[in-house]
């Protein structure tokens, strides 16, 4: 592991840590005594080491996990209660920090892979359901419980609609119920139910497959047309498709790939 973090940047990190492995930037959620609960001050290093990920070049693919049981608990309701007794503009504020670290995430350049070895509940959950891919174990449990406490699941309910569609993110956010990981494989939650003794290795492999095999400029375009398209109309998607297609035709990578394959040469990216 090569730790990427200047002395700075460490003094100042609490409750993440970033490091990399043959291109691989892991961010691990370091706040087991609290269930990785989401505070202000880990939503601040989260976004922040998501970012200095981005601009790594050392790191071609992310990995996010967490130490201890629990993958992340969602917002820390200690935490929550203390925000009460805040103005809306103040409560604002606050969400606005907690949206902006999801979209971070939804529209990182890099492929992200949620590493899930414990229950991943509410914000958890939405951490895990914002990846581009989440591999978990059998004991792992998920779910949105905000309306069994008188919350709402607002911010993920965007992104898990996008996910799973209407139909089954109603059921998961209505309901407030939490499913094994079995469950959240078939709805299309996770990607990946592995046994807990192979999770580190699967998810590694799974990089090393992403990092070695696809290009890092297609996989930076292809995650920015998902992000974007959805919101389009048809043609405002298909003339943006044709001009994403345009752009990548010229591109360094494109060029490399088809001289590689024309030419019968194995490529490793």
Partial sequence: MIDTMNTAEKQTMEFVRYEVKERVGYITLSRPEKRNALNLKMVTELKRTFALAEEDDSCKVVVLRSEGPVFCAGVDLAYMQRLQENSYQENLLDSTHLMELFRMIYTLKKVVIAQVQGPAVAGGCGLAAVCDFSFAVPGAMFGYPEVKVGFIPAIVTVFLLRKLGEARGRQ??????????????????????????????????????????????????????????????????????????????????????????????????
């Fill in 172 to 269: 998961l956010l209505l309901t407030g119920d939490l499913i094994p990981a079995a469950e959240a494989e078939r709805y299309g939650l996770i990607n990946y139910m592995v046994p807990d003794k192979d999770l580190e290795e699967r998810v590694y492999s799974f990089a090393q497959k992403l990092c070695t095999e696809n290009s890092r400029q297609s996989m930076e375009a292809t995650k920015e047309m998902i992000a974007r398209v959805q919101g389009m109309g048809l043609e405002d998607g298909l003339q943006y498709a044709a001009e994403m297609n345009a752009v990548a035709r010229s591109s360094e990578d494109c060029q490399r790939g088809i001289v590689s394959f024309l030419n019968k040469e194995p490529i490793t990216w």
